[in-house]
């Protein structure tokens, strides 16, 4: 990329951070109040839907991506689906913000944008493994990528539970991803990731470290789906063997938390949907660590994902398998840390 192109594009940039912070001003203002209750880790009644900030700014920025970018579009199938997809999850998870329906309606709409996306294309078609090439997937392919973005979604959900947690990671996950893509000519990925990185670092100062507003699920669920997204639009990367894994290793932190929470209230024979205090980083924080450290614990594991990617890019054919697991590690470290932190506060049950 030359230096005007960056200049351009960082220009573009700052306007669209600037539309998103005055679209998060504006909810305050709304007042859509998110009230205290038992499972929330906030005290006193916050607006909620600042997320509308981000979702707003991102397809403006879409919307001019699509009018006068079209080397960074997609194939219009795929544009058109993805872009439909995500509104579908934003109106829904808006009306959820509203008025709080329950979990099966909130699945049923994200399986329906789901299988908009899908349908339109855009789904993992095959695996580019180490001296296989690539190997071609059928449809497994795509009941693996609606599985993939309805977990995805719901993890981002389920870990928007303290200011800055699940805004912070999202924002380094795009920011890693937009420089990756641009190195490896993926430019919708590049743009996509650089538009949502736009809407987040607007609101962020609005939400940490104390907040002003939360971004609600109508943030949470659509940032969760736009990473899923963006994880099959990574998947085509031409040159990165194993290039679907880049995602998961940047959303290791809350894809472990999500999974082995899930896994644990299963065996403990506790109904899954039920609302609940169980995971790690709300055990960590009722065992008494501050909020705003287990946010950074947080943006830490994102970080080392991202660097974890970078490491695989270039890791040889042989060891790009092994660097994956490699994102595991401080992931066992934090859960033997909130496993003794809340056995020393007395925290007999997790639920």
């Not at 006193?44 to 839907?49: D, F, N, Q, S, V």
């Not at 939400?207 to 971004?215: E, Q, S």
Request: positive net charge; proline residues 5%.
């Amino acid at each position: 990329m030359t230096l005007a192109a960056f200049l351009r594009h960082l220009g573009f940039g700052l306007g669209l951070i600037l539309l998103s912070a005055a679209i998060v001003r504006v909810m305050i203002a709304v007042r859509v109040m998110d009230t205290p209750e038992a499972r929330k880790a906030h005290t006193r009644p916050t607006p909620k839907g600042g997320g509308v900030g981000i979702v707003l700014t991102f397809l403006v920025g879409i919307a001019i991506l699509y009018g006068y970018a079209e080397f960074a579009r997609l194939a219009n199938p795929y544009f058109l689906g993805v872009i439909e997809a995500s509104l579908a999850i934003a109106v829904v998870a808006f009306l959820d913000d509203l008025f709080d329906w329950p979990f099966t309606v909130k699945l049923g709409a994200q399986l329906l944008a789901t299988l908009v996306a899908v349908a339109s294309g855009l789904y993992v078609l095959s695996l580019n493994l180490p001296y296989r090439g690539g190997i071609p997937l059928g449809w497994i392919g795509a009941v693996g990528t609606i599985l993939w973005v309805l977990f995805t979604t719901n993890a981002m959900n389920f870990i928007d539970g303290l200011n800055g947690l699940a805004s912070g990671v999202s924002l380094i996950a795009c920011l890693f991803l937009a420089v990756i893509a641009e190195q490896h000519g993926g430019w919708f990925a590049y743009a996509a990731g650089g538009l949502l990185a736009c809407g987040l670092l607007g609101f962020l100062p609005f939400n940490f470290p104390k907040a002003r507003i939360f971004m609600g699920d109508v943030g949470s669920q659509f940032c969760g789906f736009m990473l899923a997204m963006l994880a099959v639009v990574a998947s085509r990367f031409d040159g990165i063997e194993l290039s679907f894994l880049l995602m998961p290793m940047l959303l290791a932190g809350v894809l472990f938390d999500v999974a082995f929470t899930l896994v644990r209230r299963a065996l403990q024979g506790e109904r899954l949907t039920q609302p609940h205090r169980g995971h790690l980083y709300q055990v960590a924080h009722r065992s008494g660590m501050p909020a705003v450290t287990v946010t950074l614990v947080h943006w830490g594991f994102a970080t080392w994902g991202g660097l974890c990617c970078l490491a695989f890019i270039a890791a040889p054919s042989s060891l790009k398998p092994l660097v994956p697991l490699v994102t595991l590690i401080p992931q066992v470290v934090w859960l033997i840390f909130v496993i003794r932190r809340s056995r020393a506060a007395g925290l007999k049950r997790w639920g």
